[in-house]
């Protein structure tokens, strides 16, 4: 059985399609990037495998579970404890440091655990940055920041809606160094979304979407 | 329909309330933790227990029964008190042994490893317990029944008017219990607190002596107190000894905080509230254990769920506390400070001799109170005191030690109480010389009447250091 | 409550301050109105009733029949036990520069100590006496001024040494020391009223001896005289209620407002806890806790500014402080949680609602 199985997964926002009627899977292990023009669905269909919005009909089973019949407070639940999510924009609170944001995360999964949140820090070579906050950091940090506090409460599936979409390429290309090595080393599903043709090199799957529904799903042939 | 005894409504209704409220927290705890096959052995518990309180309506209705129950009552609180620390202190002990942690929504172990003894043996435990936590208290409570009906002479109905009390419990909990099912109270307990429970329902709820004492608190304070009066009070004897003329009654104020009701009621106030505080303690300050599993994350969620359940399982042990602080100043107010102070009936010396009745239309010496007397010689008043110790025989003594000013002494529960200092002294040690104990005198009963040496009085008056402190006679 | 909660919640204050400060003070402003109109309210009634111990008297003695009591009566009465002190009013008029004029007549020492307020002298000789401040600009007459007061046989000339304010009868009236009075009034060695000040508790067995002992005399209680001031402190106290409920609903709605701007800023942080995985009542615990927080600060704050809007009110209006009983800081406190927490629960519910993937996406 697949890790992620989508069946017939449609959207409305009002009488607007956001998603007309998706099916896909994808595998344990697998990086998926999904590509589109704005408004073509691509990060509502993320948001949906991710917990963060419920289909208006379809069935979406993430490790079995079939998350869009769960309530309300068990979704919170799966959101903790199987996702990590990495917005365009960081969304780090501004009035906690580096090292509080991560803590965060793990207050709301159990309990905060400083030497851990040091630990998810140095793992995205932030050691020297634990104290500042936000606002004393450049984009790229931020960006890293957010990875650590997607990965410290060690989800099975890492979300990514344009993670370098307000970074220049010198950092991108660092973000996705950070990911490809995460990636190979601890086996993380991976599904991003980009506009970036750059970035979607990066990874094993491109899913290509238009007006809410796939146009065309292949490998990435390195 | 001859009247209810109000009394006797009481302690049906206490005695029904603690069963209630024993069983839906003992019945929570097994439906939380998956234990269900204890209810059975509490049952038969509970059915023992009351074959028990039946059978000992055939006991002899005296004094000594209602001390022994009394006694034993106050023993299965202690036994219950010390279980719950020794319970604790196994738990602490403990450590993780499988955890199978997995996906969200699923249960997490046990904090508590339940030691492997057969499930028959830990039933046995359970109805052994359950007896030795009812019994006693049950058996208190019929003989109070019996001596009701006794005293008010309205035969039955002591037990009738009981028997609603224990209706009228009966049905606020089955009503409670049917309508909001409040089984998740279970989670607030685990093996320790759950004794600690038992005991507090004991201190709360079991009267060792009289109708008026609803709960233990009173022995309890009472015995403790005896306990640290006694203790400093032969240290200071141990180091006193031979005697101590030479101290100045400031000393001995100072000296008196010590052997005081405030202080005695201090430290065993401090005694008792030791198993709640380890409890706290242990809640919330123990190191938690490190659990090996998959990730880190994981193993920071089982930690989260101890502490969680920790400190959920320190909440009644906190509401303990307060309750025990409440109820102990509250108490102290009303019953500690509460003294007998007998006004002293003159008496003549007669050739030497006084002599005063055993017994007279106004009077007993013998009934157990406080009897105080006052005698005119030479132009100098003396006091004197007599009280019934608990063997049956009289003490005499006079109405002053040999340390403080001669201000006298009043009766509270089961000591005399030196009005100077406060210190409490037992009245079973009167006729001990030396210390705060009331000098003691040499009598004889002769004839119906306590005859004492006026020589000996006035002998024994001139050891007092009278005369530095203030010298008020009354 | 899990570990950590305190140090997020410590830092979500410490660094944002400013708005804590504002949200707090919008509570401080209504509590200290609050509690200043209630403290005023229990400080007057407890002042009304201070100003009636300071007039001294709680029973009256009026004669039954005719103007007059003998002298004798104040006598009579002074002699009951459980009596502390008895002072003889006489009550007359007087004509003064063609309009009539009230005098009262009464043992001008005994006045001394009873909180009056005096501008200008207390009488020392005959022929002296004190005006009721209203007279002074009815008449047009200043400390000095000669009068003379028609009456008895013969009448009299006096001076006025001050003037007194008490806020009743006595501001319009004359009041002269007690010989005087009589050649005024021409009523020699009578009272018109005995005031009777008994010890309080007994005052209905005094007043029963008194009946009993002087048959041409009647005694009331004062308690049947201060009924109209009751009245007009009770038509005092329901104005203040309604004031206060208007308030605190103008309150409630500022707050509000205050706290939805602090709410709405932190959407953001909102829909990031959502995706972090909180759910709705962890994210509740630490609007619910800032809340709580916010209203007991302006609770206390409010308090203690109320208590200042109270005294600098009273003496204006009083001319001396009141007294403000304590148990307004409680109700000051709770007065301030229901504020803020109210306050806060429906922009903390509305942003709950708040879909975290529209909010995040931020475009």
Redesign the interface.
């Known amino acids: 059985m697949s890790f992620i199985i989508l069946k017939n997964i449609v959207k409305e926002y009002g009488p607007a399609h956001a998603l007309r009627g998706v099916s896909m899977e994808i595998q344990k292990g697998q990086w998926v990037n999904i590509m589109g023009p704005s408004g073509s669905g691509k990060s509502t269909l993320l948001n949906i495998i991710g917990g963060l919005d419920t289909p208006t009909s379809g069935e979406v089973f993430v490790e079995g579970i079939k998350i869009n019949a769960l309530s309300e407070d ?1 979704l919170a ?2 959101r903790r ?1 199987k996702t990590g999510f990495v917005f365009q924009q960081s969304h780090l609170v501004p009035y906690l440091d580096a090292v509080e944001n991560v803590m965060l995360a ?1 207050y709301f ?3 905060a ?1 400083e030497e ?1 949140a040091v ?1 998810a820090l140095t793992r995205v070579g932030l050691e020297h940055r634990l104290k500042h906050r936000p606002s004393q950091l450049s984009g790229g940090e931020q960006q890293r920041i957010c990875i650590a506090r997607a990965l ?3 989800p099975v599936l890492l979300l990514a809606d344009e993670p370098t979409g307000n970074l220049d390429r010198e950092n991108t290309k660092m973000i996705l160094e950070l990911l490809k090595k995460l990636h190979s080393e601890e086996h993380f599903t991976i599904i991003l979304v980009t506009h970036d043709p750059f970035v979607s090199q990066w990874g094993e799957r491109v899913l290509m979407m238009e007006d809410g529904s796939i146009k065309s799903d292949a490998p990435i042939n390195p | 329909m001859p009247p209810l005894i109000h009394e006797a409504l009481l302690i049906g209704f206490k005695e029904a309330a603690k069963a209630g409220l024993v069983w839906l927290v003992f019945y929570s705890y097994l439906v939380v933790n998956d234990r269900k096959n204890f209810v059975k052995p509490f049952y038969m518990g509970l059915l023992v227990s009351f074959l028990i309180v039946f059978m000992s309506q055939f006991l002899p209705s005296d004094i000594v029964t209602k001390e022994n129950a009394g006694n034993i009552i106050s023993m299965s609180f202690a036994l219950f008190l010390i279980m719950s620390g020794a319970a604790l202190f196994h738990v602490s002990g403990t450590n993780m042994l499988s955890i199978s942690a997995s ?3 699923s249960t997490l172990p046990e904090e508590t490893q339940v030691p492997s003894l057969k499930p028959a043996a830990w039933g046995i435990i359970v109805l052994l317990f359950t007896v030795i936590f009812f019994a006693p208290d049950g058996m208190g409570s019929l003989l109070q029944l019996r001596e009701l009906s006794y005293i008010k002479g309205r035969g039955s109905m002591s037990y009738i008017s009981a028997l609603i009390g224990v209706a009228v419990v009966a049905a606020v909990l089955f009503t409670v219990v049917g309508l909001y099912k409040p089984y998740k109270i279970g989670g607030f307990f685990d093996v320790p607190q759950l004794l600690l429970f038992l005991a507090m329902v004991k201190l709360f709820g079991s009267g060792a002596k009289e109708f008026a004492e609803l709960s233990l608190l009173p022995s309890v304070q009472r015995g403790f107190m005896k306990f640290a009066h006694d203790f400093v009070h032969q240290v200071f004897l141990f180091l006193m000894v031979p005697d101590h003329p030479l101290l100045k009654a400031t000393f001995w104020n100072f000296i008196g905080i010590f052997f005081g009701p405030d202080f005695a009621s201090l430290v065993s106030l401090i005694i008792l509230l030791l198993f709640p505080f380890m409890f706290l303690y242990h809640s919330l300050r123990e190191t938690l254990p490190e659990p090996e599993t998959r ?4 193993g ?2 089982i ?3 101890i ?2 359940g920790r ?1 959920k399982r320190a909440l009644p042990v906190a509401c303990f506390i307060v309750l025990i602080l409440i109820a102990w100043f509250s108490r102290s107010e009303e019953t500690i400070m509460q003294m007998y102070l007998p006004k002293p009936i003159p008496v003549v010396a007669d050739r030497g001799v006084v002599m005063i009745p055993v017994r007279d239309p106004t009077m007993n010496v013998m009934d157990g109170s406080l009897h105080k007397f006052s005698v005119s010689y030479e132009g100098r008043q003396y006091r004197l005191i007599l009280i019934k110790k608990w063997d049956n025989t009289l003490a005499a003594a006079l109405d002053a030690c040999e340390m403080c000013p001669p201000e006298g002494y009043g009766l509270r529960d089961d000591h005399v109480v030196c009005i100077y200092c406060g210190t409490p002294i037992p009245v079973n040690t009167l006729g001990l010389p030396g210390g705060c104990n009331p000098i003691p005198l040499a009598f004889t009963i002769e004839g119906g009447f306590v005859k004492i040496e006026i020589h000996d009085i006035v002998k024994k008056w001139g050891f007092i250091k009278p005369l530095q402190g203030k010298e008020s006679m009354h | ?3 950590g909660f305190y140090l997020f919640f410590k830092k979500s204050v410490s660094r944002r301050k400013g708005r804590i400060v504002i949200a707090a003070l919008s509570v401080t402003l209504s509590v200290a109105m609050v509690s200043g109109i209630i403290g005023m309210t229990a400080g007057v009634g407890a002042k009304l009733g201070e100003e009636l111990r300071a007039y001294g008297a709680n029973i009256i003695v009026s004669p039954r029949e005719g103007n007059y009591l003998a002298q004798d009566v104040a006598e009579k009465v002074s002699r009951i036990d459980s009596v502390r002190g008895v002072s003889g009013q006489i009550f007359g008029t007087s004509v003064f520069r063609g309009q009539p004029i009230e005098i009262i007549g009464l043992d001008i020492a005994k006045l001394k100590d009873r909180g009056w307020r005096l501008q200008g002298k207390w009488p020392q000789n005959n022929g002296e006496i004190l005006a009721g401040t209203d007279l002074r600009s009815q008449f047009k007459i200043d400390i000095g001024a000669k009068m003379h007061l028609p009456g008895g046989d013969i009448g009299g000339d006096f001076v006025i040494t001050g003037f007194i304010e008490r806020g009743g009868t006595e501001d319009s009236a004359l009041i002269l020391d007690m010989p005087d009075a009589w050649t005024v009034t021409g009523a020699d060695r009578q009272f018109s009223a005995v005031l009777v000040r008994a010890e309080a508790g007994r005052l209905d067995e005094v007043v029963q001896q008194i009946r009993r002992m002087i048959p041409q005399a009647e005694a009331k209680t004062f308690r049947q005289i201060a009924v109209a001031e009751e009245s007009l402190l009770r038509k005092i106290q329901l104005l203040m209620v309604i004031v206060t409920v208007v308030i605190l609903c103008a309150a409630v709605i500022s707050v509000a407002a205050t706290m939805g701007a602090n709410v709405l800023e932190r959407r953001e942080e909102i829909g990031l806890m959502k995706a972090l995985g909180a759910t709705k009542a962890q994210i509740n615990i630490f609007y619910r806790a800032e809340a709580i927080l916010t209203g007991l600060t302006g609770g206390v704050a409010g308090f203690i500014s109320g208590y200042f809007f109270t005294q600098a009110v009273s003496k204006g209006a009083f001319g001396s402080y009141v007294p403000v009983p304590f148990y307004i800081f409680f109700i000051s406190l709770l007065f301030g949680l229901v504020i803020s927490v109210t306050a806060s629960y429906l922009p903390v519910r509305n942003a709950l609602k708040y879909n975290p993937a529209v909010i995040l996406r931020g475009e």
């Open positions: 068990d639940c799966f404890e793990q999964h159990s309990m655990d851990e630990g410290t409460n060690d | 996906g969200y929504g990730s880190v994350a994981e920071r969620k930690k989260a769920f502490l969680s400190r | 409550m899990r570990s």
